[in-house]
């Protein structure tokens, strides 16, 4: 049989007919990326290609879903969907989930799935596609994470690298502190967090291999019958599965357990944060960034990014949709400065105030070091591993954990200069 979803696997669709509840999503299609009509402006059969291959690989819409050859998803995605509503308004599980493999009898489950638990909990925020776009995301701030690049903030892994199932699952229990992300620990199971998880992954997988597919047409020939065919789509999705399964493999673990937090160890990580210098294992001087951004006294103020009346006009002066009028009443220099500092997904980013003691990532002396050593995927935080040594890390984490309990440590701080500017051209005198 030459299936042409084999390996598939098929959820029933099924009818939101009585799916009354809080918050009816309506009809659910997935949003297109804007870039599939502005990138293949006027190759329309070019544009089907890519939406057959995208409703191919992952369904056509959410109701429908098909899990791809290779994703590697646990179970082979049974768990994304499997909840029926019926039109008198009640929901019951059912199992009907079936992986079509011809090798293995069929696997029937039953369970709430992920795509029910994302609807109920997540898509207000998140959107039907993971576009970051639900109807209460336009009044948050910070914005609810579009997954459709593949880019996670708060991971263990290598910068760049995928997070482990590990890192969005404590996203998912914990929430993301100082943000409107919630905490879920105590609403979902362990094997419903289980589940939606595995939804996260599935539509980031979408999102990203969405615009993988859209890169791929871009330089395809229009008149080659072979441009995007199902082996080539097939391959683009499948390096997209690729760096989720390969995850797993590239957490950065300390090489060093976390030392005493001693006066010695803070003043060491003081003296960085503040621009100082400090030899590294190799011999080579380093010098400490970290207040370009987060700002002398470590309140998220650095020269790298507006001022904090600046962002406050522009984010919080008014009406979301008008942040732009805003930002114009602001000269040439500072609407340079703004569209420099926001982040991957084009969005106001503002570095964290360290005096807080609070922490979106977790407060963990680890979370800390991974954030330090890593950085923060899509948001400006650089890394500071290999170049720092893990005791030079440990040091920073010692004193960003020590700040907010001594406030004093920044207080009294003698900030180095900032680097001289290039001393001006002395006109040449006749
Ligand atoms: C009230 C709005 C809201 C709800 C509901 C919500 N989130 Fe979020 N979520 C956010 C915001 C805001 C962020 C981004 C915070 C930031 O970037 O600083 C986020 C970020 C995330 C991230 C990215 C973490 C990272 O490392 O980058 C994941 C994953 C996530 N949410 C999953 C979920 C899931 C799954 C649910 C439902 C079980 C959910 N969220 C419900 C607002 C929400
Ligand atoms: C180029 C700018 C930049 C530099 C340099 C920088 N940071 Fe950050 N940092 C940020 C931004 C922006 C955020 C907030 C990211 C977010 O909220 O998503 C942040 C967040 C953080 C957080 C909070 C993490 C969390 O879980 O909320 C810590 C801690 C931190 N930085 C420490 C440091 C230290 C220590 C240094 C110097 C070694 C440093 N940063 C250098 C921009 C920077």
Redesign the pocket.
């Known amino acids: 049989m030459t299936s042409r979803f084999h390996w598939a696997l098929f959820i029933s669709t099924f009818t939101l007919a009585g799916c009354g509840g809080l918050f009816d999503p309506g009809p659910l299609s997935y949003v297109e990326s804007p870039r599939l009509k502005t990138e293949l402006q006027g190759r329309e059969a070019m544009q089907e290609k890519v939406r057959g291959a995208l409703a191919r690989l992952f369904g056509p819409n959410p109701r429908e879903i098909h899990v791809p050859a290779g994703a590697g998803l646990p179970l082979g995605g049974a768990r994304l969907a499997n909840y029926r509503h019926f039109e008198d308004g009640t929901e019951k599980p059912q199992a009907i989930a079936r992986i079509v493999d011809p090798k293995q009898p069929p696997v029937t489950q039953v369970m709430r799935g992920g795509f029910a ?2 609807r ?7 959107g039907v596609s993971g576009a ?1 776009d ?1 109807p ?2 336009p009044f ?6 579009d ?1 459709r690049k593949g ?5 263990s892994t290598n910068t760049g690298a995928k ?1 482990t199932r590990d ?2 699952e404590k ?2 229990r914990y ?2 502190h ?5 905490a ?1 620990d105590a609403s ?1 199971s362990d094997g419903e ?1 289980a589940q ?2 595995d ?2 992954i599935f539509l980031s997988m979408r999102g990203e291999a969405e615009l993988a597919l859209i890169d791929e047409a871009m330089t395809a020939d229009d008149k080659d019958p072979e441009a995007l065919s199902e082996t080539v789509a097939t391959e683009v999705a499948g390096n997209v599965f690729n760096k989720w399964k390969a995850a797993a493999t590239l957490v950065m673990n300390p090489p060093i357990p976390k030392p005493p937090s001693t006066r010695e160890s803070i003043l060491r990580g003081r003296n960085l944060f503040l621009g100082g210098t400090a030899k590294n294992k190799v011999g080579q001087p380093v010098k400490g960034d970290c207040i370009d951004c987060h700002g002398p006294r470590a309140e998220g103020d650095g020269n790298s990014f507006v001022p904090q009346n600046v962002f406050n006009t522009v984010v919080f002066g008014g009406d979301p949709s008008t942040r732009n009028e805003r930002l114009q009443a602001f000269d040439e220099k500072v609407r340079t400065k703004w569209k420099e500092s926001l ?1 991957d997904w084009g ?1 106001p980013l503002r570095p964290a105030n360290l005096n807080r003691g609070v922490y ?2 977790g407060r963990r002396p680890i979370d800390l070091y991974w954030r330090i050593a890593k950085g923060i ?3 400006k935080m650089p890394a500071h591993y290999p170049a720092n040594d893990p005791e030079m890390i440990w040091d920073l984490v010692n004193f960003v954990l020590a700040l907010p309990q001594e406030p004093k440590l920044l207080e009294d701080a003698v900030v180095p200069p900032a680097p001289t500017a290039p001393a001006p051209k002395v006109a040449a005198t006749k």
């Open positions: 638990l994302y109920e909990h997540c898509l207000h925020c998140h970051g639900g209460t995301a948050l701030y910070p914005r609810p994470r997954y880019l996670f903030k708060f991971t997070p890192d969005l996203t998912l929430g993301l100082g943000t409107s992300m919630p879920f979902l967090i939606v998880v939804y996260v982040d969005e979106k990532g995927n899509g948001a």
